[in-house]
């Protein structure tokens, strides 16, 4: 270090700080000669004097590089040993951050994953279990006891539409929470319930003995007296499918029983139906009609019969329902109930009427020019057109076509859609009726009728169900039908008793002056040149 003492004291003071540096860094600790030298540099000139005598050039780099005691670098374990306090703490941090990390990461991955958990295993509506856990705990319950008769129950709340429209969506939420908390307080051990879809709920039972058939029974006759919605007046229809040996599809057992279900609501109310064989059958017939329903409309195989609308007082005839039958080509005449019902389900019947009609239309035209006092022609429309706002277009669109005036062609619509959705229907009456057609009202009193709708319902006509003459001996039955044709004729509707097949039934309505009957008493459905010739000796 002998070249610290040839430096003015600005160079000195430089070469110090990097040799100080490099002791801090790789060197050992300096000697006590070494710490008496740093004592002699602080003690020198001024910096300015100092830096005046610096020598300059390569002769500088030289004492510099003379001055710097070791230019080796030191490793990381030299570090940690002359370190270690330092070294342990940068550690602990290092390790603390990581295992907080970590820690941040599982709470919200576990918190993630309890929601997803909620989601799929809780319907958010009832509360209850979701559909995904009923099958999960389904499978579960047939795998742990192979061979045990369980029956798998689907449920169906009627007219829930209806009562969303006219009460609100909050009663329809309220009634489906009522009922899911009324099928869970009736389970027993064993057995499990959730919702499925929107009105729709599914039960497994622990078996099909007699008490449980019981059971179910008072189950779905008792939902409708739940005290939050009994006001609803609801009624259930049910399918059921018994597990047979070691059955472990739940979802194959879900379907039957909701193919049961169908059957079930096509009939009467609050009851239960048990799947069977012929349930099956029903299912293989419907997909031989869906493979070939296309097929048959293109050919032609569709085509409208007549049934007149009579005057009973006068037996002119004063219209006609046009009524599709299918003239299958191998199986002759197939009845409407075999493929109405299924193509209201599929939505084809869109197709089917829009058909029906121009086929109607197409015969006004021809008839126009044959009969001078030309009567109206009802087609019927499902109530999935009330859903398609192109319908209105689509139907003038077809009266425009063949030249057919509105007036001659009317529109019959089942009081039912009145139920799902009566402000559409009457604006789309109104709309209808403000360019010529008119509109008939069909199966009066089917359903949940309400003489509240004859007074929203801008019909032109009110066709009274059959029901109101099947027993029209009985008292009770003949008041009610006066009273609505009154109120019917005070409205200024003409009405229409449907179903009519005996001189009593025709003779108790003339008493009660309703003046237009349909039905096998007065003529069966006419194929076109048949009804022709009706129209000939009729009008």
Not at 47 to 67: H, I, N, S
Not at 498 to 517: D, H, K, P
Request: hydrophobic share 45%; glycine share 6%.
């Amino acid at each position: 270090m002998d070249i610290m003492k040839r430096l003015p004291g600005a160079a000195a003071a430089l070469i110090l700080a990097v040799f100080s540096l490099n002791l801090l860094w790789s060197g050992p600790a300096p000697a006590a000669s070494e710490r008496s030298l740093v004592t002699e540099i602080v003690r020198e000139d001024s910096v300015a004097e100092a830096f005046a005598e610096v020598p300059a050039g390569r002769e500088m780099d030289e004492l510099l590089v003379e001055a710097l005691p070791d230019n080796r670098p030191a490793t990381l374990s030299e570090v940690i040993k002359r370190n270690p306090l330092i070294a342990f703490m940068l550690l602990a941090g290092v390790v603390g951050a990581a295992m907080l990390s970590l820690l941040a990461v599982l709470w919200y991955r576990s918190r993630t994953l309890r929601r997803v958990r909620e989601q799929l295993y809780i319907d958010q509506l009832t509360g209850k279990w979701s559909a995904h856990r009923f099958r999960k705990e389904a499978e579960h319950l047939l795998k742990t006891s192979p061979g045990r008769p369980f029956a798998v129950i689907y449920l169906d709340i009627n007219s829930l539409k209806y009562i969303n429209d006219v009460y609100g969506y909050a009663a329809g939420d309220r009634t489906l929470k009522s009922v899911a908390d009324y099928l869970v307080r009736n389970l027993r051990p064993g057995e499990i319930a959730a919702r499925i879809m929107a009105d729709h709920f599914a039960l497994l039972l622990r078996d099909w003995s007699e008490q449980t058939q019981s059971r179910l029974q008072y189950i779905l006759h008792d939902v409708r007296h739940i005290e939050q919605i009994q006001q609803f007046q609801i009624s259930t229809s049910a399918g059921v499918y018994v597990r047979s040996g070691w059955e472990m599809d739940i979802s194959a057992m879900l379907d039957k029983a909701n193919y049961a279900r169908g059957a079930a609501k096509r009939g009467l109310a609050d009851v239960a139906v048990l799947y069977d064989e012929s349930i099956r059958e029903g299912i293989r017939a419907e997909k031989e009609i869906e493979n070939v329903m296309l097929a048959a409309l293109r050919r032609g195989e569709f085509e409208p019969y007549f049934q007149p609308k009579v005057d009973m007082f006068t037996g002119r005839m004063v219209g006609a329902e046009a009524l599709v039958r299918w003239l299958h080509p191998d199986k002759g005449l197939i009845p409407p109930q075999q493929f109405i019902p299924l193509f209201e389900k599929n939505g084809f019947i869109v197709d089917l009427d829009l058909y029906i009609c121009e086929q109607v239309c197409h015969l006004l035209q021809r008839w126009q020019t044959k009969f001078s006092n030309l009567k109206p022609i009802s087609c019927n429309f499902s109530r999935l057109h009330i859903r398609n706002s192109q319908f209105q277009n689509s139907l003038e669109t077809i009266a425009a076509l063949y030249n057919v005036p509105p007036h001659i062609l009317e529109l019959e619509i089942t009081e039912s859609v009145a139920m799902e959705n009566i402000e559409t229907l009457v604006a789309l009456m109104f709309n209808l009726q403000k360019n010529g057609f008119r509109i008939t009202i069909d199966d009066f009193g089917s359903g949940y009728s309400s003489l509240g709708l004859l007074q929203k319902l801008p019909a032109n006509t009110l066709k009274l169900d059959k029901s109101f003459v099947e027993d029209i001996v009985n008292h009770r039955d003949q008041v009610i039908v006066k009273g609505v044709v009154d109120i019917a004729q005070k409205l200024n509707m003409d009405v229409v008793c449907e179903g009519i097949e005996t001189y009593e039934q025709a003779e108790f309505l003339q008493s009660v002056n309703c003046r237009i009957a349909q039905g096998y008493y007065y003529s069966r459905p006419l194929r076109t040149h048949d009804f022709e010739k009706f129209m000939e000796a009729t009008l």
